[in-house]
């Protein structure tokens, strides 16, 4: 079975200075992982994602993350955020059981003036 | 193209009453899932339906809750005899087929159980 584990349930963080969001994972086989975004009062989108290749990924709003498979970790991190990052952040893997998405429990950033 | 769509946005129904929520996939995405997520929590998982393959129901937290998929498209999530604790929003996503592909939420449906 494959789980995701977001070792932060909260970050604050002040405007401008740097975040970085912890996602670990475990599974059996070869892995696909996921950044979500969710601002509030809105559903969930997709910031970044790594199927192959370069470990590091690069998504939108410039955030990015980091596959360290023998860490089974997927770090995600923004060098300077802005008030409009506020949001909660979902970690999530697929890969097994049928290529379904398991979700971590969620990381909620407040960015504070 | 038209993302999914979730109706009603918005349910108040009285505890004991029966709901049914109602997803809409995007066309051709044989994945489909359902979520739930309780005020200032993560998403809990609820159901999951890939193709003709038979539905995960792993998180169905009782025997209260059901969902079907009509011909691969259309999902309803049913709650049977509403409790309050069941009060939240819950999140529909659709995908398409092949490994690695991401998926696209809906926008929720908010349950009151009052």
């Known amino acids: 079975a494959q789980s995701v584990t977001q070792l932060d349930s909260q970050v604050p963080v002040f405007e401008e200075a740097p975040v970085e969001l912890r996602c670990n994972y475990s599974?059996?086989?070869?892995?696909?992982l996921f950044w979500y975004v969710q601002y509030p009062n809105q559903g969930l989108q997709l910031l970044l994602k790594?199927?192959?290749?370069?470990?590091l990924v690069k998504g939108i709003n410039g955030f990015e993350a980091e596959f360290n498979k023998s860490q089974t970790s997927f770090h995600l991190r923004k060098p300077s955020v802005h008030i409009s990052d506020t949001a909660e952040y979902f970690c999530?893997?697929?890969?097994?059981?049928?290529?379904?998405?398991?979700f971590g429990g969620g990381t909620r950033v407040l960015v504070k003036p | 193209g038209a993302g999914v769509s979730q109706s009603p946005s918005n349910k108040v129904t009285e505890k004991g009453k029966d709901v049914e929520l109602r997803c809409d996939p995007i066309s051709g995405h044989t994945a489909l899932y359902w979520y739930r997520q309780s005020l200032g929590q993560g998403l809990e998982f609820l159901i999951y339906?890939?193709?003709?393959?038979?539905?995960?129901k792993s998180g169905l937290p009782s025997d209260r809750f059901s969902a079907e998929r009509t011909g691969g498209s259309v999902s309803t999530l049913t709650i049977q005899r509403t409790q309050q604790e069941d009060s939240a929003v819950y999140l529909c996503?659709?995908?398409?087929?092949?490994?690695?592909?991401?998926?696209?939420f809906g926008q929720g449906t908010r349950l009151t159980v009052v």
């Open positions: 339906f890939q193709g003709n393959s038979a539905p995960d």
């Open positions: 996503a659709s995908s398409p087929q092949g490994v690695g592909t991401e998926a696209f």
């Open positions: 999530a893997v697929s890969g097994a059981a049928g290529n379904k998405l398991t």
């Open positions: 790594y199927l192959s290749g370069s470990t």
């Open positions: 599974s059996s086989v070869s892995v696909y």
